[in-house]
């Protein structure tokens, strides 16, 4: 309880305003003590009660303390803090939602990251393409991915320094052990580019589609499942297939599946490198090798290993 | 982290997986998922194994339910498959034998009148492949079974591998001469 009041007092100090730490002290004992508050609903009562009195605004109390510390990207993964961000903004999205002023993809030389600019947010409109330094984002975890916030507290100013984007490339060896649906031959949007489901796009309703090839494979390594995602060129080498071959077989066979099938024969329970791009839980694939040959030096070393113990 | 995330395929050998008998459920929602522990301290949801089949009977008696035998250098694997598992019955039913084959399954276990535990996989999926990848994976199923039996012997506190000891106390040098011998089968070729 010491510790809190004491806390309290310094931070108030801190901002330029004396108050007795023996009201401090009997304000929250008298909330935790006799009312059973518990001790941090306690300690921020007190804290609004002190802002009010004195008239601070109250982002000046919870902000003007620290600086957020000064982050990359990639680091960029534990729910709930407050961040500084050196970013060059790449893509600006379509957003219709009123609260929200601005929705895209802000990268640094180690990853992309989404971003939501709300309607709070008091700084200029972003432009694709410009670096900023953000100060005081938030970042937020949802459906297990990680994106920013920036609200009323955040901050955005141009730099000059333009923000190389880095793909760090990543590399994953494992068994293929699953081609899922949506692989294969496909359709997409032609407006959005999405891939439709039963003809129709989520954002477009029943369109004409345009044919396409991709592969979203699962490769595992025993210890990880990696998504990955091929795109047409690479599928196209990885199987064979040329686009025009697949919609032939397709239309011979009435079936758009079986395109995928006969891919699935050729790259299920094989092992594979690849290497590409990390997009959240995605793997984009740039270039895909089979692991063809048992290494002798390692097949030795690992007898060593087993006969040794 | 939230959402949901895919099983991974645990590598182990037939001879270890033959010895498993203790299957436990992570929670106790009705939908919470089944594993088999493994003596060496795998945690086994889902499996890839690449071996040869060398025996397959449709053993069912309306429907297809068809029974297969994988070798592995340690021992074997049965298969089954049936009407729930349409892809892999068909390949089973298609292919010849013998034949190297890759299995993405599930286990599963019975237990007989006289206790006996029995440990089977019932594959998701069932493809055709060639011997230099049924050779990758033994060498890929004789590095992580090395890398649990350090685990084990080193006195990991993961709790998977406290599990394992107390259940099984298991015999280190056992797994160790199973992977030696393994990895000696490949060695005339390499």
Not at chain 1, 158 to 163: A, D, M, V
Not at chain 1, 264 to 282: D, I, P, Q
Not at chain 2, 46 to 73: H, N, Q
Not at chain 2, 100 to 118: H, N, Q
Request: charged residues 25%.
């Amino acid at each position: 309880m010491k510790e809190i009041s004491q806390d309290i007092y310094r931070k108030f100090q801190e901002l330029g305003v004396e108050i007795s730490p023996e009201d401090i002290e009997d304000r929250l004992d008298k909330m935790v003590s006799k009312f059973k508050v518990p001790k941090e609903e306690a300690r921020r009562s007190v804290v609004n009660y002190f802002l009010k009195e004195h008239n601070i605004p109250r982002n000046q109390f919870y902000t003007g303390q620290s600086e957020s510390p000064m982050m990359k990207v990639s680091e960029l993964n534990t729910d709930g803090k407050w961040v500084n961000i050196k970013g060059k903004v790449v893509q600006l999205w379509e957003n219709t939602h009123e609260s929200i002023s601005q929705v895209g993809l802000i990268a640094d030389e180690t990853g992309t990251i989404k971003f939501t600019k709300w309607g709070s947010a008091e700084f200029a409109e972003l432009t694709e393409g410009q670096s900023y330094l953000f100060r005081n984002v938030v970042v937020n975890e949802w459906n297990g991915k990680f994106q920013i916030n920036m609200n009323k507290n955040s901050s955005a100013g141009q730099i000059e320094e333009n923000i190389t984007v880095g793909t760090s490339t990543y590399a994953f060896t494992g068994a293929l052990v699953d081609i899922q649906t949506g692989s294969g031959l496909i359709k997409r949007c032609p407006q959005c580019n999405r891939a439709l489901t039963k003809g129709a796009c989520m954002e477009h309703g029943k369109v004409d589609g345009v044919y396409d090839l991709r592969i979203k494979a699962v490769l595992d390594d025993g210890i990880t499942a990696q998504d990955a995602i091929i795109k047409r060129d690479l599928a196209e080498e990885l199987t064979g297939f040329t686009l025009e071959s697949a919609i032939a077989l397709a239309a011979d066979a009435l079936d758009q599946g079986v395109v995928l099938e006969e891919m699935k024969k050729m790259l299920v329970g094989k092992y594979y490198t690849a290497t590409g791009s990390r997009v959240e839980r995605y793997l984009l694939v740039d270039s895909m090798v089979p692991k063809s040959t048992v290494d002798p030096q390692e097949l030795d070393e690992l007898i060593a290993t087993a006969e040794v113990a | 982290m939230a959402g949901y995330s895919r099983e991974v395929a645990r590598r182990v050998f037939a001879q270890e997986f033959r010895e498993s008998t203790l299957t436990f459920k992570d929670g106790d929602d009705q939908y919470a998922p089944q594993y088999l522990m493994t003596p060496t301290g795998a945690r086994v949801n889902r499996i890839f194994i690449v071996g040869t089949l060398i025996e397959k009977e449709d053993i069912g008696t309306d429907s297809e339910y068809w029974r297969g035998r994988v070798i592995d250098p340690t021992g074997s694997f049965m298969i089954y498959a049936g009407q729930y598992q349409p892809e892999a019955a068909q390949v089973l039913a298609e292919c010849e034998t013998p034949a190297f084959v890759a299995i993405v399954g599930k286990p599963s276990t019975y237990t007989t009148g006289e206790g006996d535990v029995l440990t089977s996989v019932r594959p998701e999926s069932i493809h055709v492949v060639d011997g230099q990848t049924r050779d990758i994976w033994v060498v890929d199923t004789a590095k992580k079974t090395l890398t649990r039996l350090k685990e084990l012997e080193g006195g990991s506190d993961s709790p998977d591998v406290e599990k394992a000891k107390e259940y099984y106390a298991p015999d280190v040098k056992h797994y160790y001469s199973m992977v030696s011998q393994a990895l000696q089968s490949l060695k005339e070729s390499y």
